[in-house]
Structures are given as structure tokens and as C-alpha cells.
């Protein structure tokens, strides 16, 4: 991505990443990403905002020559300390020595940590401390949260410009910067919410309370650190998503019990259906099957945050859960999960592995596992479906004494 001019002495000079397909590991990229990184400049300073992946540090770099040519930035702004963010902080800090390094308490711990360099120029800033440029300045906002402890946003008020980080993010990846320009704005949106999902839903009152903090700003233009420059209408719409996506979950929800499962050969979906049925007998609770081979874990693990507790059922593979269900496991909010009620059950053919298993992994997140288990030995027989019947009511009159 070239530098690109975003409003009068601000310039994008981060990178694209269109091939990306898997960030942090588990999260899907179907579009690609963005590492986006900014210089600002006044009358007598100029400061740079974030870095990019260290993966794409000449191109990064090339882009501050070409911006700054034999100049010195004053400063570094780093807004949040994940490696996507300051991966060449290491090399930027060589290249200009003695930089003065702005971030929050918690960033100049992490920040300490991810470059090995003790002798950093470190000033840690406070929410609504200011930076002058010369005649105008930076205000810093803190953020905590969204999504580390270290976040913060960073407001040009006299250019209308707020950066924030992650905040108001995606990782979709198109050339041009601004949002006006988006080609495919069916795959943004697609792209807008898996990111707020698999980022930012385990922290919702904080995102409650960030909209809440740019509310009080007077800006036209959103600079995220991932994703296009948001303008206009989009910024209003992005928000107004956030909020109804950040909400309390209705009363409703809370009494719902999920019940999510993955069959090879339709055995541990017999279960599943007969188990919600002993649910619903109890009229305090509605009932929500979910097939993982159909349903994505993030889209599952999000469910999770909201219902008032949960059941997994896998067969057993090699003496393991399935691919599916660790998939699940994997993504569960360990914050939001915290204390809930849950249970599992599955068939299974040689032995019998993944009920405990899922059962071990509940309980290392903290979750209520309930007492008893359900494993039936291939397909199960009449007796065995009454059984699972029997299962699910004795689980929703736990549930009742609020265990």
C-alpha cells in the first residue's frame, strides 16, 4: 500500500496483507487484512501511530523514507502492543535512537517485554493527556480492553480524526484506504462482524463504553488499525452495529440452553435431540440445537456468552473429541464462560475418550460442568434414547437449583 494522504499532514503508511488467511491462529481472513500505520505532523513535530507485522517492515519502512526522506519523527504513538501493531517497533527504534515512545502503563510493560530493550524513551501517557505538535495537538484516550489492557485511541480534534486501534476494525483488504472506495461491501460487512466477534465480543461493556467515548468527540473520519478509513454514514452505521451486538443479552437468552453437537453417522444427534426434548419438559427453559459441522465455533462460542448454560456432545475419534469440537473449545470466551453451566455427552464406537475430555477442557475454562455425563456405545437403543431423555431433564432441574 503506498502512502496514501488522509487529511492535511496525516499520511497512511501501513501495509496490505491480501493473502492472509488465518490471524492469531484461529481467526478466519477470508479478505485478507491491513496493517495500518500513520504520521502525523504539526508546525514543529511529527509523531508516527503504530507499526506494521515485522513481516512487512521494508515496505513499511519504504514508506517512511518516501513520506519523511532525512527527516526525524519526534515520536511513536503505540496505541495497543500486539506483534500486528509493533512488530518493527525493534527496527524503528534502531533506525532513530532516543525516539520518545508514547503509550499507556500497560503498553510500556508489554512494550518493554516485546523489543528486550530496556533503554527504550518511554513516557507513559494518561487518558486525556495531550502531545503538541505545535500549535495542535494529540489527545490520548484511554481504552482498555479493546481488546488488551494497554489500548488506548488517539483524537486530532482539529482535523476531525480519531485512530482507534482495533476498535471499529476488520480485516478485509482492498487498495484503496477509504471506505467510500470499498468494492465488495457485502464481504466488508461480512468481514466487520466475524472481527468484532472474534475480537472484541468477549468485552462488551468496554466496547459499551468506548462508543461512549468517541461519542463526546467531534470527528468525520475513523482510522482503525486494521480495515478501511471509516467516513460518514459508515461510521454511524459501525457504531450503531457495535451497540446492538454489545447489548445485554435478552431475558430470554439467558434461559435458553444450547445444546451443540457434531455426528458422524447421526448417533450423538439422536442424543441431542432426545436430551433437549428432557430439557423442554422443564417450561422454565427453551432449547437450541446447533450442528458444528454447519454452525462456525466462533459463531457457537459467541452463542455461549449469551445463553444461560450449554451442552457438547462429540463421538470419539482415536480417543479424542472431533476436529469440530475442539474448534469450539478453542474458541469459548474464557472470560464470559466463566461459572457456566454446561455438560457433555456422546457416542462412540471402540472406547470413549471425548465426553471426559470435553468435560477436563470445561473445566480448566471455569464453567459449572454438571455432575453426571452421557456416553452410549454406537447407536443407541430405545432404552438408551429414555436414558438421554432423562439426562436432559435431570440437567435442567440442576439447572432449577441453581448449581
Known amino acids: 500500500m503506498p502512502v496514501f494522504k488522509i487529511r492535511e499532514n496525516i499520511f497512511s503508511i501501513g501495509v496490505l496483507n491480501p493473502g492472509m488467511r488465518v490471524f492469531d491462529i484461529i481467526m478466519r481472513t477470508d479478505f485478507?487484512?491491513?496493517y495500518n500505520a500513520f504520521a502525523v505532523s504539526g508546525a514543529d513535530r511529527t509523531v508516527l501511530i503504530d507499526t506494521v507485522h515485522e513481516r512487512f517492515a521494508d515496505e513499511y519502512f519504504a514508506?517512511?523514507?518516501?513520506?519523511?526522506?532525512?527527516?526525524?519523527?519526534?515520536?511513536?504513538?503505540?496505541?495497543?502492543?500486539?506483534?500486528?501493531?509493533?512488530g518493527t517497533v525493534e527496527q524503528l527504534l534502531r533506525r532513530y535512537p532516543g525516539i520518545e515512545v508514547l503509550t499507556t502503563q500497560a503498553g510500556a510493560v508489554n512494550i518493554k517485554k516485546i523489543t528486550n530493550d530496556p533503554s527504550i524513551n518511554l513516557r507513559v501517557v494518561a487518558d486525556g493527556e495531550t502531545y503538541d505538535l505545535g500549535g495542535e495537538r494529540l489527545r490520548f484516550i484511554s481504552a482498555p480492553f479493546l481488546h488488551w489492557p494497554d489500548t488506548m485511541f488517539t483524537y486530532d480534534a482539529a482535523?476531525?480524526?480519531?485512530?482507534?486501534?482495533?476498535?471499529?476494525?476488520?480485516?478485509?483488504?482492498?487498495?484503496?484506504?477509504?471506505?467510500?472506495?470499498?468494492?465488495?461491501?457485502g464481504a466488508y460487512e461480512e468481514a466487520f462482524h466475524n472481527y468484532y466477534i472474534g475480537v472484541l465480543s468477549p468485552f462488551k461493556k468496554y466496547v459499551i463504553a468506548g462508543l461512549d467515548?468517541?461519542?463526546?468527540?467531534?470527528?468525520?473520519?475513523?482510522c482503525?488499525?486494521?480495515?478501511?478509513?471509516?467516513?460518514?454514514?459508515?461510521?454511524?452505521?459501525?457504531?450503531?452495529?457495535?451497540?446492538?451486538?454489545?447489548a445485554p443479552a435478552p431475558v430470554e437468552a439467558k434461559s435458553s440452553v444450547c445444546v451443540f453437537y457434531c455426528s458422524a453417522y447421526g448417533y450423538t444427534k439422536m442424543l441431542a435431540e432426545r436430551i433437549a426434548d428432557g430439557i423442554k419438559e422443564s417450561a422454565q427453559y427453551g432449547v437450541e440445537l446447533y450442528d458444528l459441522n454447519e454452525t462456525p465455533p466462533q459463531h457457537a462460542a459467541a452463542r455461549i456468552n449469551e445463553c444461560g448454560a450449554f451442552l457438547i456432545g462429540s463421538p470419539t475419534l482415536n480417543r479424542d473429541a472431533v476436529?469440530?469440537?475442539?474448534?469450539?473449545?478453542?474458541?469459548?470466551?474464557?472470560?464470559?464462560s466463566r461459572n457456566r453451566p454446561c455438560a457433555a455427552f456422546g457416542s462412540f464406537g471402540w472406547s470413549g475418550?471425548?465426553?471426559?475430555?470435553?468435560?477436563?477442557?470445561?473445566?480448566?475454562?471455569?464453567?459449572?460442568?454438571?455432575?453426571?455425563?452421557?456416553?452410549?456405545q454406537f447407536r443407541p437403543s430405545g432404552a438408551e434414547l429414555e436414558a438421554a431423555e432423562k439426562f436432559g431433564q435431570d440437567f435442567a432441574a440442576w439447572l432449577g437449583e441453581g448449581k
Do not use: M
Open 32 to 34: 485478507g487484512t491491513s
Open 63 to 86: 514508506n517512511l523514507d518516501e513520506l519523511l526522506g532525512s527527516r526525524r519523527p519526534d515520536a511513536l504513538i503505540i496505541q495497543h502492543c500486539e506483534p500486528d501493531h509493533t
Open 159 to 185: 482535523r476531525r480524526v480519531v485512530f482507534t486501534c482495533d476498535f471499529l476494525g476488520c480485516h478485509y483488504c482492498e487498495p484503496a484506504v477509504y471506505d467510500a472506495a470499498i468494492k465488495y461491501p
Open 213 to 222: 467515548k468517541l461519542d463526546a468527540l467531534d470527528f468525520d473520519a475513523v
Open 224 to 246: 482503525p488499525s486494521h480495515g478501511p478509513v471509516l467516513t460518514g454514514g459508515r461510521i454511524a452505521a459501525a457504531g450503531a452495529k457495535y451497540r446492538e451486538w454489545s
Open 323 to 336: 476436529g469440530p469440537i475442539w474448534a469450539l473449545l478453542a474458541s469459548i470466551d474464557g472470560i464470559n
Open 353 to 376: 475418550e471425548a465426553v471426559p475430555n470435553i468435560e477436563a477442557r470445561l473445566a480448566g475454562l471455569k464453567c459449572k460442568v454438571f455432575s453426571q455425563n452421557l456416553k452410549v
